[in-house]
């Protein structure tokens, strides 16, 4: 018999005040997932955010889509055919496609979304990925025609990467983008039901979702910044799931019971960015820094191994990426090759060096390593932490030192998304400003033939290590941690869908 | 009467404190080597397109020109767009506010609760052995920072106790109501109690990590006013009338040392502002500082503007309270 006196009858008090603040488990057809940021706009064509993309693809459709391993498959397009000249590309929709609000998706959503919209001036991001586009013919609800006025051969792949989701034509034109942007309405999987700024979203299943019907009800996203936080709300069950944790906090999770945690490669990049001219003018002193990073030890150092080394712009697996070149490192042909230019350890190359310092785990310590590395071959390096948006700045005035650490993510795969923007001297990512192999990468966005396509890239991306364009240094990796119950599709560009999630 | 001339010239006041600022904070922000206009495009924008952009912006024009403009339309409401969100300003400060407002408030009571217990218990242990221990307490306390207590607070009742929520505001079954944009107020007044509650267990944690290292200079303050207080004469003559200790301190004592502690916890409530970036940050509260530490991020020169703005009228706004209160609570200054 249990005796009630007052200091047990408070304990019990306490215990269950305490108990009662947590929230509730989880119920079996829901699950909570802790997101390291916020969608800036609901008008998915609006902004390209990476972060978000897993979110929109639960509320929205894209034309096309990407399956796990990467390859573009049928989604709301059915059929698609890129003319020979790859100068119009010709689309086929399903028919059972309805908007949340009921109204059919037809071919004359897809025409409003990728040229009216653009046309009409409004402020989307999508506007520069089909900069290409005269127009969209629309010749049933089912089937249309895009033209271009020059070789767009990677449309494809845009209409299944950022900011590519069909909006509703009718529903837009009656509320405003401004208004949709409040109350959005997809095609997709999830139905937004809240959004509160900075702190969380509440999606529900879409019972008349043309597709798979997802296995959970309720998707609750909490968005939560603070890595730690992030860390202390799946060890604490507060959350189901959550990304982007430390790579050192992986290891300590594993050990947990009940919880499952993975450090998996994706399509992102850890690379150096280099100039052309000032101190790395000379491609010996360009090479001899390359092959004096000992990428395998900062993968070791950094990403608990996980990290893969990568020899060009772009990750094994992707259609640009060459499996049986290497660029080895090698310190003794690093001091060989600065010797040639007249440098050696007593009299080092002087060169400048930037990295960001928090915006993509370990980039400063990374940076500080590499300084390490090249001192010992007879580089002598100047570190200077820069921030994310003061980079920017620095690369449209031309202003970026010799070598930047830089991480840059294209979920496609596509070598055009890697090589072509990192190294076109026209666009706002190259500190590469040479045009002899500048007017080659620039070349190479208007090739049409899909096989002649990835072969130029190819040769670009060795061509571009050999000369010493390019320093690519890691394939990045993402983690991941959640509850061992917890099931869901990996999808090899870091994507954690919720639709893919069910319990076990 | 006098307490609203006086309040009305302390606002009057702000004016043109509230221009400086603003001026200030726009050059400030505009020769920061930030690239708004890059920012604000796609990785794959042409570099003619962000100058196009930049153009859009007005950001090629001369600075005086620029504020110029930034000034015509501030007075009439209209602060401009995120560069990132692509929203007017004001709607996203607005939708913000409220919530840094409520941790604020609640942040204030933690401390203002905190100080004042701790000022009269420091008061009353001194000349005794414990007295070093206790202001050895009141250091440590003050030593340690806001989002240093946050992250402790979610290792201790978070993780190791699983006792306190400590993400956002309400549990993940609940829906937010919405009537005046604070979460507490609009609770009450839909009589949603379950949400009431929710948001009173999420608020705990930040507001106790937030209000924790302002209450000990409260506690220093009224302490040392009380010590000043009692070497007065009417201390003495009270004590001499028979009045009891506890008496003399409360009723006597404290209504004149609570003066230069109020001015404190004013000037207190403006910082604690400020301090909530981090401690909002920390636990996803959806206030006006995580909007902040975002503009900061993406170099989001309308909202930084605008929340540095909103700060400055906020802490005017809060001393010319203050300065209300003292008239109120001090007739001597009345008279004057």
């Known amino acids: ?504 | 009467m006098i307490l609203l001339g006086t309040l009305g010239r302390r606002l009057l006041a702000a004016v043109p404190i509230l221009f400086v600022v603003s001026l200030l904070l726009f050059v400030a922000l505009r020769v920061l080597p930030v690239d708004p206009a890059a920012m604000s495009m796609p990785p794959n924008a042409t570099r003619d397109e962000i100058e196009a952009a930049r153009r859009d912006m007005g950001l090629d024009r001369p600075l005086v020109e620029q504020y110029g403009v930034w000034f015509d339309h501030a007075v009439r409401g209209d602060f401009g767009r995120s560069i990132h969100l692509r929203r007017p300003a004001a709607g996203l400060v607005g939708e913000t506010l409220p919530s840094t407002i409520e941790l604020a408030t609640a942040a204030m009571l933690v401390a203002s609760v905190l100080g004042l217990a701790g000022g009269l218990l420091l008061f009353a242990l001194r000349d005794r052995p414990a007295e070093t221990i206790a202001e050895t307490g009141t250091t440590l306390l003050m030593s340690v920072p806001e989002f240093l207590w946050a992250l402790l607070f979610i290792f201790v009742f978070g993780v190791a106790l699983q006792a306190m929520p400590f993400t956002g505001r309400l549990d993940p079954g609940l829906q937010r109501p919405m009537v005046t944009g604070f979460l507490l107020l609009d609770a009450v007044l839909t009589l949603r109690f379950d949400v009431l509650r929710s948001a009173l267990v999420h608020l705990v944690l930040p507001a106790i990590a937030l209000g924790l290292a302002f209450a000990p200079p409260i506690m220093r303050v009224l302490r040392a006013s009380l010590l000043d207080t009692y070497h007065e004469d009417y201390i003495r003559q009270a004590r001499l009338r028979g009045i009891s200790e506890t008496r003399i301190l409360l009723r006597h004592a404290l209504k004149n040392a609570i003066l230069p502690t109020l001015t404190l916890m004013g000037v207190q409530f403006g910082f604690l502002f400020g301090g909530s970036l981090l401690v909002e940050v920390i636990y996803s509260y959806p206030g006006m500082g995580n909007l902040m530490v975002d503009a900061v991020r993406n170099a989001d020169l309308p909202i930084i503007q605008l929340v540095g703005l909103t700060y400055c009228v906020v802490v005017l706004t809060i001393n010319s309270l203050v300065d209300g209160l003292y008239l109120v609570l001090n007739p001597r200054l009345r008279a004057r």
């Open chain 1, 1 to 504: 018999m249990v005796a009630f006196t007052r200091r047990n009858l408070l304990q019990t008090a306490t215990i269950g005040t305490l108990m009662g603040a947590l929230p509730a488990h989880a119920a079996d057809d829901g699950v909570t997932i802790g997101w390291p940021s916020d969608v800036t706009s609901w008008d998915p064509n609006q902004r390209f955010t990476p972060d978000a993309q897993s979110i929109f693809k639960a509320v929205f459709d894209q034309p096309l889509d990407q399956d796990a391993k990467l390859k573009l498959v049928p989604h709301l397009i059915t059929k698609w055919d890129m003319a020979p000249d790859a100068r119009s590309l010709a689309l086929e929709f399903r028919d059972d496609v309805l908007f949340h609000d009921g109204s059919k998706m037809t071919a004359a959503d897809f025409r409003y979304t990728f040229f009216e919209r653009i046309k009409a001036g409004h402020k989307v991001d999508i506007a520069q990925s089909m900069r290409k586009v005269t127009d969209i013919e629309v010749l049933s609800p089912t089937k249309a025609v895009m033209h271009f006025d020059s070789p767009a051969p990677t449309v494809p792949v845009w209409l299944a990467f950022l900011g590519s989701f069909i909006v509703p034509k009718a529903y837009m034109e009656k509320v405003s983008p401004e208004a949709f942007a409040l109350k959005p309405i997809g095609t997709g999987p999830y139905k937004l039901v809240e959004h509160q700024m900075n702190a969380r979203i509440v999606l529900e299943r879409n019972d008349a979702y043309w597709g798979p019907k997802p296995a959970l009800k309720r998707v609750t996203i909490e968005i939560i910044k603070d890595p730690s936080a992030r860390v202390a709300a799946v060890q604490s069950g507060q959350v189901d799931i959550t990304t982007s944790v430390p790579v050192r906090e992986v290891t300590r999770l594993k050990a947990q019971p009940g919880l499952v945690a993975d450090l998996t490669p994706v399509t992102k990049v850890i690379i150096l960015q280099v100039r052309n001219d000032e101190g790395f003018a000379d491609s010996n002193i360009r090479l001899a820094a390359h092959h004096a990073i000992d990428k395998k030890a900062l993968s070791q150092a950094f990403y608990a191994g996980a990290a893969v080394p990568v020899s060009v712009l772009g990750v094994p697996g992707s259609p640009g990426y060459l499996e049986d070149f290497t660029f080895g490192f090698d310190p003794e042909l690093s001091k060989q090759l600065l010797a040639k230019s007249g440098f050696s350890l007593d009299k080092p190359a002087k060169i400048r060096m930037a990295s960001t310092n928090g915006q993509f785990p370990s980039d400063y310590d990374i940076a500080r390593a590499i300084v390490q590395m090249w001192k010992k071959v007879g580089i002598e390096a100047e570190l200077e932490v820069i921030e994310y948006a003061k980079y920017f700045e620095l690369n449209r005035g031309n202003k970026l030192p010799e070598a930047t650490l830089y991480t840059f993510d294209n979920a496609t795969g596509d070598p055009e998304i890697y090589t072509g923007y990192l190294m076109n001297p026209k666009l706002p990512f190259s500190p590469w400003k040479d045009m002899t192999l500048g007017q080659k990468v620039i070349d190479q966005f208007n090739v049409a033939d899909e096989k002649a396509r990835i072969a130029g890239w190819r040769a670009l991306n060795k061509e571009a290590t050999e000369t010493g364009a390019a320093m690519p240094l890691l394939q990045s990796v993402m983690t991941v941690v959640r509850k061992k119950s917890l099931e869901l599709t990996p999808y090899g560009n870091g994507w954690i869908l919720p639709q893919t999630m069910r319990w076990g």
